[in-house]
């Protein structure tokens, strides 16, 4: 039997209800956030079910069943079907996708992550296309991880600092207009120490006509800790609202590892599950926007390249965690 074959069998397997998640997956504090029934994890979990894996399963399950948001793909050619395919899908689900867009040119400053559109038109031909797949939806959308705070670490010379803010506020427009609710990414609390010139780009960038701000995309400090930053972040905007990825900061950050803090640390686990019912009005949601279980980048060994799935990550995640 082919890869092919396996895959769809094990993904028809997992929708046929083997360890049904609990019903309170389904409660509406939950933002009625979509789960995407191909995703990852759910192929991961399906597989190692059908291969007798159980506990493993179950284990994974706990990544499987939860929201998770869907980062689009680069390719301009096939992006706006990509977002159209995720929007409807939760449509019919009556769920809400959640998209990462993560294009800017000179994305994660040469880091592991880098890449993005070769320059401003590119990027802008990008968005348009994004926007054209969720027109007259209404995703919750995560914008441009790490891109404003990068601006302000230096990696930057000023005129392409001045080019990339200028984009962003574009980019929130018009995604914004096609439905989107935008929430445009500002960093994490161990990054950018200035809230006020923080504050300054993330304004100069077009946040005040958003639905706010994200912090924590992709990193692991602690939700309490994320949340007094983020206060002292919106107190600078007019109390702007933000929202927060517990992906993986059950166990906070880690400390004194073989390698850097932030990518692929062991030990971690995840954290507060995906919803609305923040305990905070300024706080919109608890997401999963990194997908627990993809990696960081090649910088411990057996790391995949950054955005692979790392099934032995995940479990290792999900194992720690209740």
Same mark, same amino acid.
């Given at each position: 039997?082919?890869?092919?074959?396996? $895959? *769809?069998?094990?993904?028809?397997?997992?929708?046929?209800?083997? $360890?049904?998640?609990? =019903?309170?997956?389904?409660?509406?504090?939950?933002?009625?956030?979509? *789960?995407?029934?191909?995703?990852?994890?759910?192929?991961?979990?399906?597989?190692?079910?059908?291969?007798?894996?159980?506990?493993?399963? #179950?284990?994974?399950?706990?990544?499987?069943?939860?929201?998770?948001?869907? @980062?689009?793909?680069?390719?301009?050619?096939?992006?706006?079907?990509? &977002?159209?395919?995720?929007?409807?899908? =939760?449509?019919?689900?009556?769920?809400?996708?959640?998209?990462?867009?993560? #294009?800017?040119?000179?994305?994660?400053?040469?880091?592991?992550?880098? /890449?993005?559109?070769?320059?401003?038109?590119?990027? +802008?031909? @990008? *968005?348009? =296309? %994004?926007?054209? /797949?969720?027109?007259?939806?209404?995703?919750?959308?995560?914008?441009?991880?790490?891109?404003?705070?990068?601006?302000?670490?230096?990696?930057? &010379?000023?005129?392409?600092?001045?080019?990339?803010?200028?984009?962003?506020?574009?980019?929130?427009?018009?995604?914004?207009?096609?439905?989107?609710?935008?929430?445009?990414?500002?960093?994490?609390?161990?990054?950018?120490?200035?809230?006020?010139?923080?504050?300054? =780009?993330? +304004?100069?960038?077009?946040?005040?006509?958003?639905?706010?701000?994200?912090?924590?995309?992709?990193?692991?400090?602690?939700?309490?800790?994320? %949340?007094?930053?983020?206060?002292? *972040?919106?107190?600078?905007?007019?109390?702007?609202?933000? %929202?927060?990825?517990?992906?993986?900061? /059950?166990? /906070?950050?880690?400390?004194?590892?073989?390698?850097?803090?932030?990518?692929?640390?062991?030990?971690?686990?995840?954290?507060?599950?995906?919803?609305?019912?923040?305990?905070?009005?300024?706080?919109?949601?608890?997401?999963?926007?990194?997908?627990?279980?993809?990696?960081?980048?090649?910088?411990?060994?057996? $790391?995949?390249?950054?955005?692979?799935?790392?099934?032995?990550?995940?479990?290792?995640? &999900?194992?720690?965690?209740?």
């Amino acid at each position: 039997m082919t890869r092919v074959r396996v $895959a *769809v069998v094990s993904l028809v397997l997992l929708l046929a209800g083997c $360890a049904a998640a609990p =019903a309170s997956d389904d409660a509406p504090a939950d933002g009625g956030f979509y *789960v995407d029934q191909t995703s990852a994890a759910a192929l991961q979990e399906a597989t190692w079910r059908q291969g007798g894996r159980a506990a493993d399963a #179950d284990q994974i399950a706990k990544i499987s069943r939860r929201p998770q948001a869907k @980062w689009l793909t680069t390719d301009v050619t096939r992006v706006e079907a990509q &977002a159209r395919d995720q929007v409807t899908r =939760a449509g019919n689900a009556k769920r809400t996708a959640v998209l990462v867009a993560y #294009d800017i040119p000179a994305r994660d400053c040469a880091g592991f992550s880098a /890449g993005g559109a070769p320059d401003a038109t590119a990027y +802008r031909a @990008w *968005v348009a =296309a %994004v926007g054209r /797949g969720i027109s007259g939806t209404r995703p919750t959308l995560i914008l441009e991880p790490d891109a404003v705070a990068g601006a302000l670490d230096g990696c930057l &010379a000023p005129q392409q600092r001045a080019e990339r803010l200028g984009l962003l506020a574009e980019a929130g427009a018009t995604l914004t207009r096609a439905g989107a609710k935008v929430y445009l990414d500002a960093g994490n609390p161990g990054w950018i120490s200035d809230t006020a010139g923080l504050a300054d =780009a993330l +304004r100069t960038a077009g946040v005040g006509r958003l639905a706010g701000f994200a912090l924590n995309v992709s990193n692991f400090y602690a939700t309490a800790d994320v %949340v007094s930053y983020g206060r002292a *972040v919106a107190s600078r905007l007019n109390g702007a609202h933000f %929202v927060v990825d517990t992906s993986r900061n /059950g166990n /906070g950050p880690a400390g004194g590892t073989d390698g850097p803090a932030w990518c692929n640390p062991p030990g971690r686990a995840l954290g507060h599950a995906p919803t609305t019912g923040t305990g905070d009005p300024q706080v919109d949601a608890f997401l999963w926007i990194k997908s627990p279980g993809t990696s960081d980048g090649t910088c411990r060994p057996g $790391a995949p390249d950054a955005g692979q799935w790392w099934p032995e990550y995940a479990l290792a995640l &999900a194992e720690a965690s209740p």
